[in-house]
Nanobody
Framework: QVQLVESGGGLVPAGGSLSLSCAAS????????MGWYRQAPGNQRELVAIITSGGSTNVADSVKGRFTISRDNAANMVSLQMNSLKPEDTAVYYCNAEVLRVVTHNPRDYWGQGTQVTVSS
């Protein structure tokens, strides 16, 4: 079983910064992509940013230039630095990882429990 444990988040005024981290643990062969998604009340879950094991990134247009995703492959961790936060960034942020299983190497998605980010106007 694989677990994703998130940390960070909280309440910050508009224009402020927050950092999220996510650590993967358990038995697996390899982690492919790791990323962050968010879901605001009444909205669907949306991609924020994703990073491959090779370091290639894909960042949503809505946060491009403000959010930076990074990864520590040795520690199986992914981080999201969020700057110039806006009230519309308020959401529950979820860590995601595509993990290859130990024996079959079949991929499977895992999710963290979510962490609340609230940006006050």
């Amino acid at each position: 079983q694989v677990q994703l444990v998130e940390s960070g988040g909280g309440l910050v005024p508009a224009g402020g910064s927050l950092s999220l981290s996510c650590a993967a643990s358990g038995r697996f062969f390899k982690i492919n992509a790791m990323g962050w998604y968010r879901q605001a009340p009444g909205n669907q879950r949306e991609l924020v940013a994703i990073i491959t094991s090779g370091g290639s990134t894909n960042v949503a247009d809505s946060v491009k230039g403000r959010f930076t995703i990074s990864r520590d492959n040795a520690a199986n961790m992914v981080s999201l630095q969020m700057n110039s936060l806006k009230p519309e960034d308020t959401a529950v942020y979820y860590c995601n990882a595509e993990v290859l299983r130990v024996v079959t190497h079949n991929p499977r998605d895992y999710w963290g429990q979510g962490t609340q980010v609230t940006v006050s106007s």
